[in-house]
């Protein structure tokens, strides 16, 4: 009798939660920006929102969470966010893989998350303004060489894509530069623009935007970016820097599969449909999902770890 009454709850909740599933979602869905409005995280998500909510029929609402270049928002997601679908965030590699390294305060694990879906690229860029005296990457680097630490240089975040992109370029040219860290791109153009920065270590996205209002004196690209097509690569001009982040979407760790693999479906047939604008503005579309998409973070800590065991060597010595 009582094997019975085991067998018949166990079958209850089987139902039970298959019943859930089929009905997930059945009410709004909160999808968190941990940078500021007018990024690329912002933009991409504004683009996505109306074909999400299409695909999954509900409402799903963007909110943002800036600080700590995506770790304030990133630590309280681990911390507070229920397994349930109903609340998403945006991630962003290599932050999420330098920060949790680097950063005894970042709050956060790289493998804290349930990871959706990586959905594409924007390889770095270094960016002048127009009336910058710095006509090539030449010019910069022999400045940088004779001025030691004089070169501002503003990203978005610490120990972030852009931060880290910067310490690579110092390391290949042998070069000094003061890294300014910002709570996101948002901030970069006006801070650029006005004069507060010598230059920029940001993503192809920005001077897509800002056009003929600045200079990028090189891509770290495999190859030149469609929507940059008169910026040279670092490459071309002798220095193997190539990264840039990587942004994609994720869940609260413990996310049932099922609910996973349908986030994945709506964020992929979104992807699709949102290229033709993403492309034009220096993104480059990906769709790393599942296996796919952990692979992906576990080759990307690959690919910056002799700089970030440089960074814990500087600072052992001081």
């Known amino acids: 009798m009582k094997r019975a009454v085991l067998l018949a709850l166990s079958t209850l909740l089987i139902v039970t939660a298959g019943i859930a599933f089929a009905e997930y979602p059945d009410r709004p869905i909160t999808y968190i920006i941990s940078f500021n409005p007018g ?3 912002d933009i991409t998500a504004r683009l996505q929102e109306p074909f999400l909510e299409e695909i999954l029929g509900v409402a799903v609402n963007v909110n943002h969470k800036p600080g700590g270049g995506g770790a304030v928002a990133w630590s309280e997601f681990q911390r507070t966010a229920k397994p349930d679908g109903y609340t998403v965030i945006g991630t962003n590699i290599p932050h999420i893989i330098g920060q949790p390294m ?3 305060d970042s709050g956060y694990e790289t493998d804290g998350f349930d990871l959706i879906m990586w959905f594409h690229f924007t390889p770095n860029a270094l960016i002048v303004r127009a009336d910058s005296p710095f006509k090539t990457l030449k010019d910069f680097i022999e400045y940088a060489k004779a001025h030691p630490k004089v070169v501002t240089v503003g990203g978005s975040g610490t120990y972030s894509a852009n931060h880290l992109e910067t310490l690579r370029l110092e390391r290949e040219a042998g070069i000094k530069l003061t890294y300014i860290p910002h709570t996101g791109t948002g901030p970069l153009a006006p801070a650029i623009l006005g004069g507060h920065l010598t230059s920029l270590m940001n993503y192809s996205m920005l001077p897509a935007q800002l056009g003929d209002k600045v200079r990028v004196l090189a891509v770290a690209s495999e190859e030149r970016v469609e929507a940059l097509p008169d910026a040279p690569t670092f490459k071309e001009q002798g220095y193997d820097i190539v990264g840039g982040a990587f942004r994609g979407v994720a869940a609260p ?3 049932p599969k099922e609910i996973i693999a349908k986030l994945a479906d709506a964020f992929t047939k979104t992807n ?3 290229a033709e604008k993403q492309l034009p503005l220096g ?3 990906t ?3 599942g296996d796919d998409a ?8 690959r690919n910056y770890s002799d700089v970030i065991v440089d960074i814990i060597k500087e600072r052992e010595k001081k």
């Open 283 to 285: 993104f480059v579309m």
């Open 253 to 255: 760790k413990g996310t």
């Open 272 to 274: 699709k449909k949102i």
């Open 39 to 41: 990024g690329e995280s």
């Open 102 to 104: 680097l950063r005894k």
């Open 294 to 301: 952990k692979a992906l973070v576990d080759k990307m800590r």
């Open 287 to 289: 769709y790393a999902t």
